[in-house]
């Protein structure tokens, strides 16, 4: 008799940026972490969605959408879905595809740590400062990955190459930190930058910044959260 694999097991898994509708996102990818993995807590750390184009859902993303739904329902599980500013103006549609109530925020306790999570665009200062043209910047990168490029590669390293050059990562670790150190948190976590990264920010009180990566193009990075830590992880891709 052959045994089967032992599921791996956390209390939160985090994942940030799916920009579902594109041709770059992986549905299939987090259709498979969902089945493989065992947890009691789902965050869904913002940019699930990247806008309105719903034609464009392929069947996984459906699929995805459906499995979200059944978990929120069964309840046995709990899903936070934290708004991102290419999803943010979508939570009533949201809260009908899968009946989940989006939110700015999420603050739990996970081993005598206090934990944020949170998108991270507050901490960028284009976007917060330029809502239109950064609406407009979000649209013309969904046509070009729609319309421009088969498989939304090169628009994929011109987003790698903005946020280098204008040191968003940096940035966004930053002001979180301090963000988190002023409300007592021990552990911020955040999306936006698409970087998978830990820092620790050394102070009268010690803060780690965590940002949980993206999955579009080839990344499939997420955080798994229990009293054993944050551990970064990656999600094997699956074949199309």
């Known amino acids: ?6 599921a791996a097991t956390t209390e939160t898994l985090i994942v940030s940026d799916l920009h579902l509708g594109i041709p770059a996102a992986r549905p299939r990818d987090l259709l498979g972490l969902l089945e493989e993995w065992r947890f009691q807590r789902l965050i869904l750390l913002g940019d699930v969605l990247h806008d309105y184009g719903f034609r464009n859902f ?10 979200l739904r059944r978990l929120a329902n069964d309840g046995a599980v ?10 943010r103006e979508l939570s009533p549609i ?14 739990w306790t996970c081993g005598e740590r206090h934990f944020l999570a949170l998108h991270g665009d507050r901490f960028d200062r284009f976007v917060t400062c330029n ?5 407009l910047i979000s649209h013309g990168y969904g046509f070009c990955q729609r ?12 987003d790698r190459m903005h946020g280098r050059l ?14 988190a150190r002023r409300r007592c948190v021990d552990v911020v976590v955040c999306g936006h930058t698409h970087e998978p990264v830990h820092r620790r920010f050394a102070g009268a009180r010690d ?12 990344s499939t990075t997420f955080l798994a959260v229990d009293a054993r830590g944050v551990r970064l992880e990656r999600q094997l891709c699956r074949a199309a």
């Open 58 to 67: 392929c069947a996984d993303t459906w699929a995805l959408l459906y499995r």
């Open 94 to 107: 949201v809260a009908t595809l899968t009946g989940i109530r989006m939110r700015e925020s999420f603050r």
């Open 207 to 218: 803060v780690d910044y965590y940002n949980a990566g993206s999955w579009v193009g080839g």
């Open 147 to 158: 319309r421009l490029s088969r498989h939304g590669r090169w628009p994929a390293v011109l």
């Open 131 to 135: 809502r239109r043209i950064s609406r």
């Open 166 to 179: 204008s040191d968003l990562g940096e940035q966004v670790a930053v002001r979180a930190a301090r963000f």
């Open 78 to 87: 709990e899903i936070v879905w934290i708004k991102g500013n290419h999803d």
């Open 1 to 6: 008799m052959v045994a089967l694999p032992t």
